[in-house]
């Protein structure tokens, strides 16, 4: 990883299945629920979720502005890879489905990324900014996700 990479991880785990957390995280009807400051579509490319369909989605007010992501892999009931660009970074985003013999399963998000502008004072402003505001988002997605798993999605069989 370049010098220059970061990288945030958390993960937790759920009630379900790895097949059902995927099919939530593929849903982009469901985006909106839980990733962290999504608001709506702009437009999609390709069939989603298969390798190199994008998606560009616009945030709240205040947050990340136009955000595209591109399918960079997608094993399904396994992981999910996106490249993700917006006005302040670029990265990858990985997350990883595992059952576990309890009848749950865990998901990790991983976050790899690299400012876009670079400064005197940027690795201060990414250690005690940027860094803690992407593992607080991190949070509320996994647990909106947990949420939005354990609701039942008629056209999720």
Known sequence: MHPSVKAVSLSSEYKGSAAGADAVWSDLELWPRFIDGFDHVVRTTGSWPEVGATLTWES??????TVVERVVEHQPAERFRFGF?????????EVLFEDVDDGGVIIQVSLSYELRKRGPLAAVTELFFIRSALLDALKRELESFGHELEVPHPHHS
Not at 60 to 65: A, D, E, P, Q, V
Not at 85 to 93: L, S, Y
């Open 85 to 93: 660009e917006d006005t302040q970074m670029v990265g990858e985003r």
């Open 60 to 65: 709240r007010g205040g947050g990340r502005g």
